[in-house]
């Protein structure tokens, strides 16, 4: 039976480091299909306004082109963890619609749901540092990132290095997943 883990968290949290040292250190061979991967499968002009707003719209509300492409992000998840692979995928679970989306594809399977936490001043000081992030993009985020959603996992990335956060998320795929089925039946 496949594996998929949904990492949560707002913009520079720490997300694809997590994936990344998932990666790493898990023994058998996951996919990253993650919101960035996605993403970037868009025409060059759609990462400039106004066609930028179309894709992510505001903190709160995608636009109407991220609607379409994350759904499909969710049912492409779905799809290859269908045929045996195990997917790793990071998201920015700030449209409840998603959550709902994912909660039905997912409640039946082999799936997890991990949420990042760190505190505010961590997350825009990172955005600072790494100079290839909207500014203000996690300020936006933070108080909606978590409304609808409950975890199987939660790691607070401030607290942990990427590598101690992978060996928690392991760990913790030794017990069925149960975020999605309560996310399900709300």
Same mark, same amino acid.
């Not at 203000?136 to 975890?151: E, L, N, P, S």
């Not at 992978?166 to 039946?185: D, G």
């Given at each position: 039976?496949?594996?998929?883990?949904?990492?949560?968290?707002?913009?520079?949290? =720490?997300?694809?480091?997590?994936?990344?040292?998932?990666? %790493?250190?898990?023994? $058998?061979?996951?996919? #990253?299909?993650?919101?960035?991967?996605?993403?970037?499968?868009?025409?060059?002009?759609?990462? +400039?306004?106004?066609?930028? @707003? +179309?894709?992510?719209? %505001?903190? /709160?509300?995608?636009?109407?082109? =991220?609607?379409?492409?994350?759904?499909?992000?969710? /049912?492409?998840?779905?799809? &290859?963890?269908? !045929?045996?692979? %195990?997917?790793?995928? @990071? /998201?920015?679970?700030? $449209?409840? &619609?998603?959550? +709902? *989306?994912?909660?039905?594809?997912?409640?039946?399977?082999?799936?997890?749901?991990?949420?990042?936490?760190?505190?505010? *001043?961590?997350?825009?000081?990172? *955005?600072? #540092?790494?100079? @290839?992030?909207?500014?203000?993009? &996690?300020? &936006?985020?933070? +108080?909606?990132? /978590?409304?609808?959603?409950?975890? #199987?996992?939660?790691?607070?990335?401030?607290?942990?290095?990427? $590598?101690?956060?992978?060996?928690?998320?392991? $760990? !913790?795929?030794?017990?069925?997943?149960?975020?999605?089925?309560?996310?399900?039946?709300?």
């Amino acid at each position: 039976m496949s594996t998929i883990i949904f990492i949560n968290g707002t913009s520079s949290s =720490g997300k694809t480091t997590l994936l990344k040292a998932l990666q %790493n250190q898990l023994h $058998e061979p996951y996919l #990253d299909m993650g919101i960035d991967r996605f993403i970037w499968m868009l025409p060059k002009r759609y990462f +400039d306004r106004p066609l930028w @707003d +179309d894709v992510l719209g %505001n903190a /709160h509300h995608s636009g109407p082109v =991220g609607l379409t492409l994350f759904s499909g992000m969710h /049912h492409a998840v779905a799809a &290859a963890a269908s !045929r045996g692979n %195990n997917i790793l995928a @990071d /998201h920015v679970f700030v $449209e409840k &619609a998603w959550v +709902d *989306e994912c909660a039905n594809l997912f409640a039946a399977m082999n799936a997890y749901l991990i949420g990042i936490r760190c505190p505010l *001043e961590v997350l825009e000081q990172r *955005e600072r #540092d790494r100079k @290839d992030r909207t500014l203000g993009q &996690a300020r &936006a985020q933070f +108080d909606i990132i /978590h409304k609808y959603t409950t975890y #199987d996992l939660e790691v607070d990335t401030s607290l942990l290095t990427p $590598e101690q956060c992978a060996k928690h998320v392991i $760990e !913790r795929l030794k017990t069925p997943p149960i975020a999605f089925k309560q996310l399900k039946s709300k």
